[in-house]
């Protein structure tokens, strides 16, 4: 079983800046999993914000947060961050971490295993 718990978020100006952390724990996970970002806003849908290969030299990010947004991850301590700047009120939503088992960095929510509880982020204005 693998656990996954994310922290960080809370509420920011437009313009500012947050650290997600997604503290990743379990008989069974492995560094190499692939690490994704997800958020879900009111009455939508579920998306990729970030994904990470398992050694953080690939990684994949939605076109409405590439070059605002920054995936990293630690191995040594099974942790993934998500660098947040330039927040507008378009972020404000649940983050969530999730870890797929596969080979495969995907963009898909259904293709990993494991999800965190969330964390709220709330921009506003």
């Known amino acids: 079983q693998v656990q996954l718990v994310e922290s960080g978020g809370g509420l920011v100006q437009v313009g500012g800046s947050l650290r997600l952390s997604c503290a990743a724990s379990g008989r069974t996970f492995s560094s190499t999993y692939t690490m994704g970002w997800f958020r879900q806003a009111p009455g939508k849908e579920r998306e990729i914000v970030a994904a990470?290969?398992?050694?953080?030299?690939?990684?994949y990010y939605a076109n409405s947060v590439k070059g605002r947004f920054t995936a990293s991850r630690d191995n040594a301590e099974n942790t993934v961050y998500l660098q947040m700047t330039s927040l507008n009120a378009e972020d404000t939503a649940i983050y969530y971490c999730a870890a797929r088992t596969g080979r495969f960095l995907s963009t898909t929510a259904s293709d990993y295993d494991y999800w965190g509880q969330g964390t709220q982020v709330t921009v506003s204005s």
């Open positions: 990470i290969w398992w050694n953080g030299y690939q990684t």
